[in-house]
């Protein structure tokens, strides 16, 4: 049983920062891609950012050159920095994890991964 605890939500005004963290129970952490999605109101889930277990990134095109994804494969963490928000940024932020061969990430959809976290809210004012 995979369990992923979100936290580092919060309310900002528009072209602040937020950092958000994942810890991920699980073993062999380097084996799983790991991802952030979120889900504005209304809309369907969408991939934020994915990241390899060595370390290889990818972004949806909107937060290209804001948001930065991160993992610790010794701490079981990810991270999330998100700079320069903007008020399309807010939604519930979910952190997910799928295990692979080699921790290599099997796409951006939210049906490539089978582990949720509950979610943790970021909300962006103008």
């Known amino acids: 049983q995979v369990r992923l605890v979100e936290s580092g939500g919060g309310s900002v005004q528009a072209g602040g920062s937020l950092r958000l963290s994942c810890v991920a129970s699980v073993d062999r952490y380097s084996s799983y891609c790991m991802a952030w999605f979120r889900q504005p109101p209304g809309k369907e889930r969408e991939r934020v950012a994915t990241?390899?277990?060595?370390?290889?990134?990818s972004y949806t095109d909107s937060v290209l050159g804001r948001f930065t994804i991160s993992r610790d494969n010794a701490k079981n963490t990810l991270d999330l920095q998100m700079n320069n928000l903007k008020p399309e940024d807010t939604a519930p932020y979910y952190c997910?994890?799928?295990?692979?061969?080699?921790?290599?990430?099997?796409?951006?959809?939210?049906?490539?991964?089978?582990?949720w976290g509950q979610g943790t809210q970021v909300t962006v004012s103008s």
């Open positions: 997910a994890a799928v295990l692979t061969p080699s921790g290599a990430c099997p796409g951006d959809r939210p049906y490539n991964y089978d582990n």
């Open positions: 990241i390899s277990g060595r370390g290889g990134t």
